[in-house]
């Protein structure tokens, strides 16, 4: 089955700088790549996604990017505030038997932004 | 619209209880799932339906049941109920057409002792 591998588990960033979070995933079948932002006690909250028709989206201060060849996808945030202190997960999704749209998530990748 | 909705918030089992954790949702979403959250990790995905009458098995089923006899209730069972079932459990839904995003509950955070 569907596999997927998250990196860092911790990332600690400066406010302004960027930062990166990388998946890969195993299965090449799969076409659906959400991204979700997890605060402390609260529910996962989609903050991107991507198909596998295309390499790259983009809302405003966070972009995702698409490898379909090498199997992996990233969060890039920008210009990063306190506020995006969180816990993100990636996840894939894939064709499955009737399109059932079960998702695979990552270990999770835990973003400290200091001040 | 209330959304995904999960009751109870907070639960206290001991060692060979039973329950059953209620999910329900009025967006009129064909797909729903159930998650498991533990300390630190990722979803782990428990079951899921893709219409009422018709549930499946995810990557974690063992020692969970679950039954959805109408669009909306996603009911999950757990028969005596282990220590290795403390956990944070979310319900998640998604309609079958347009955006693939899923809407997940507030969660229900079960202990086992």
């Known amino acids: 089955g569907e596999n997927v591998e998250q990196h860092p588990s911790t990332l600690s960033v400066q406010e302004g700088d960027s930062a990166v979070i990388k998946c890969t995933y195993s299965?090449?079948?799969?076409?659906?790549f959400p991204w979700y932002k997890q605060e402390l006690g609260k529910r996962p909250q989609l903050i991107i996604d991507?198909?596998?028709?295309?390499g790259e989206k983009k809302d405003q201060r966070i972009a995702v990017t698409l490898n379909k060849t090498a199997k992996h996808f990233s969060l890039h945030i920008t210009e990063t505030q306190p506020e995006d202190s969180a816990v993100y997960f990636c996840a894939a999704s894939g064709p499955w038997p009737s399109n059932t749209g079960k998702l695979i998530f990552g270990q999770g990748t835990t973003l400290q932004v200091k001040p | 619209n209330a959304g995904v909705t999960q009751t109870p918030k907070f639960r206290i089992l001991k060692i060979g209880q039973s329950m059953t954790l209620q999910c329900a949702q009025d967006?009129?979403?064909?797909?729903m799932y159930w998650y498991r959250q533990d300390p630190g990790m990722g979803l782990k995905l428990i079951y899921y339906?893709?219409?009422?009458?018709?549930?499946d098995k995810g990557e974690v089923p063992n020692g969970y049941n679950v039954s959805r006899s109408t669009t909306e209730d996603f009911p999950l069972r757990l028969e005596l109920a282990a220590p290795s079932q403390t956990s944070v459990y979310f319900c998640?839904?998604?309609?079958?057409?347009?955006?693939?995003?899923?809407?997940f509950g507030p969660g229900t955070r079960l202990t086992v002792t």
């Open positions: 299965d090449s079948a799969s076409n659906y």
């Open positions: 339906s893709v219409g009422a009458g018709i549930t």
């Open positions: 991507i198909r596998s028709n295309v």
């Open positions: 967006m009129n979403h064909n797909y």
């Open positions: 998640a839904s998604r309609t079958t057409s347009g955006t693939y995003e899923q809407y």
